[in-house]
């Protein structure tokens, strides 16, 4: 039987590319002679990172539209044409087996026109309000892997499988690794440790939050590990030289940031969120509200309601310090909000969504 070509296409930001990663290396131990072709959008982070996870990646001129009237938005149609004309040209010369989209705008023009071609589809979907991308491919495609319930409201609900999203494998060991962890980030392990997550730019409302409460933190012999992100770092790295404040502009070793933190302060980026159920400490969402169709509130609620966080909107950070010292007290909160998001982790995510593919490839 000849190797299987397989066609992976998402990107734009690290919620997109790292799903995609994740499928292909659980794609390459199933089947080690199989060839992988990515396709991203050029200028976007997936042009660096993918080589980097060692696969092949092709650029398309794409861009999403703009909320307001821009020279970007004016150019859009013909950079679709373009992309639609080079996507077909891909597919032409690589003949995929299949084709799988984790969402981007990349993935548009690829789906479509493996769609059109008759190759089978699958699309991953992270959040709990799908993006544009997804909801139109989902007409055609042949299976759709999501992370929420409810998303029959957008798609096709004999297409859906609730597989949830792929995490990195260390986070499933991190109940051990609490006192190497503490040993990593040399911490003092009779004091209480937050970790804060902007994601890997930062956001700049968490890092105000973060100045605005040091003196608070002090007060509370709260010890913070805080990721200030690439756009911040000049800014708040002042701040690493106070004596219970870390500053990094990335944490390389996730899992021991996790296995070191009693309490967790993050965005609600859908990976985030996935990873967070796993880790299973108390956590406070800031979700974001720049971002398309408002989903990380909605990711967030979805946790949240099922009383497994605390979801605390840009609006209300005033209140932080009430909200956060009720919790640092409360031992009962602080156990039930960690028993209540581990119930809403699904580790097993990438082995499910490669069995999907699987599926398909073999019909």
């Given at each position: 039987?000849?190797?299987y070509?397989?066609?992976?296409?998402?990107?734009?930001?690290?919620?997109?590319?790292?799903?995609?990663?994740?499928?292909a290396?659980?794609?390459?131990?199933?089947?080690?002679?199989?060839?992988?072709l990515?396709?991203?959008?050029?200028?976007?982070?997936?042009m660096?990172?993918?080589?980097?996870?060692?696969?092949?990646i092709?650029?398309?001129?794409?861009?999403?539209?703009?909320?307001?009237?821009?020279?970007?938005?004016?150019?859009f149609?013909?950079?679709?044409?373009?992309?639609?004309?080079?996507?077909?040209?891909?597919?032409?010369?690589?003949?995929?087996?299949?084709?799988?989209?984790?969402?981007?705008?990349?993935?548009?023009?690829?789906l479509?026109?493996?769609n059109?071609k008759?190759?089978?589809?699958?699309?991953q979907?992270?959040?709990?309000?799908?993006?544009?991308?997804?909801?139109?491919l989902?007409?055609?495609?042949?299976?759709?892997?999501?992370?929420?319930?409810?998303l029959?409201?957008?798609?096709?609900?004999?297409k859906?499988?609730?597989?949830?999203n792929?995490?990195r494998?260390?986070?499933?060991?991190?109940?051990?690794?609490?006192?190497?962890?503490?040993?990593f980030f040399?911490?003092?392990?009779?004091?209480?440790?937050?970790l804060?997550?902007?994601?890997?730019?930062?956001?700049r409302?968490?890092?105000?939050?973060?100045?605005?409460?040091?003196?608070f933190?002090?007060?509370?012999?709260?010890?913070?590990v805080?990721?200030?992100?690439?756009?911040?770092?000049?800014?708040?790295?002042?701040?690493?030289?106070?004596?219970?404040?870390?500053?990094?502009?990335?944490l390389?070793?996730?899992d021991?940031?996790?296995?070191?933190?009693?309490?967790?302060?993050?965005?609600?980026?859908?990976?985030?969120?996935?990873e967070?159920?796993?880790?299973?400490k108390?956590?406070?969402?800031?979700?974001?509200?720049?971002?398309?169709?408002?989903?990380?509130?909605?990711?967030?609620?979805?946790i949240?309601?099922?009383?497994?966080?605390?979801?605390?909107?840009?609006?209300d950070?005033n209140?932080?310090?009430?909200?956060?010292e009720?919790?640092?007290?409360?031992?009962?909160?602080q156990?039930h909000?960690?028993?209540?998001?581990?119930e809403?982790?699904?580790?097993?995510?990438?082995?499910?969504?490669?069995?999907?593919?699987?599926k398909?490839?073999?019909?």
């Amino acid at each position: 039987m000849k190797p299987y070509n397989i066609l992976i296409s998402g990107g734009g930001t690290g919620g997109h590319i790292y799903p995609a990663i994740a499928i292909a290396n659980e794609l390459k131990l199933r089947y080690p002679d199989a060839k992988f072709l990515f396709v991203g959008a050029k200028d976007k982070m997936e042009m660096e990172k993918v080589p980097q996870a060692g696969y092949d990646i092709k650029g398309l001129w794409i861009a999403g539209l703009q909320r307001k009237l821009t020279i970007d938005n004016l150019s859009f149609p013909f950079k679709l044409m373009h992309s639609l004309w080079k996507a077909n040209s891909i597919i032409k010369k690589f003949k995929p087996d299949i084709a799988i989209g984790t969402g981007g705008f990349a993935s548009g023009p690829t789906l479509i026109m493996a769609n059109r071609k008759g190759i089978p589809t699958l699309i991953q979907e992270q959040n709990s309000f799908p993006g544009i991308t997804n909801k139109l491919l989902s007409k055609k495609a042949h299976k759709i892997c999501v992370a929420y319930d409810h998303l029959e409201r957008f798609f096709p609900i004999d297409k859906i499988v609730k597989t949830g999203n792929p995490v990195r494998q260390d986070l499933l060991s991190i109940h051990g690794k609490t006192a190497e962890g503490i040993d990593f980030f040399k911490l003092n392990a009779k004091k209480k440790t937050v970790l804060v997550l902007g994601g890997s730019l930062g956001a700049r409302k968490i890092n105000e939050l973060i100045e605005t409460n040091l003196d608070f933190f002090k007060k509370q012999e709260v010890q913070v590990v805080w990721q200030c992100g690439k756009l911040y770092v000049d800014e708040f790295k002042k701040y690493d030289e106070l004596e219970n404040i870390q500053v990094h502009q990335f944490l390389n070793r996730m899992d021991l940031a996790y296995a070191a933190a009693d309490f967790i302060i993050s965005r609600a980026g859908a990976s985030s969120v996935s990873e967070l159920c796993i880790v299973g400490k108390p956590v406070i969402f800031v979700p974001s509200p720049n971002v398309s169709e408002d989903h990380q509130t909605k990711n967030a609620k979805s946790i949240a309601d099922k009383h497994g966080a605390i979801l605390l909107k840009e609006n209300d950070l005033n209140t932080f310090p009430i909200v956060f010292e009720t919790l640092l007290k409360d031992k009962g909160k602080q156990e039930h909000l960690s028993e209540n998001i581990k119930e809403l982790a699904l580790p097993g995510a990438t082995t499910d969504i490669v069995n999907e593919v699987e599926k398909l490839l073999k019909k």
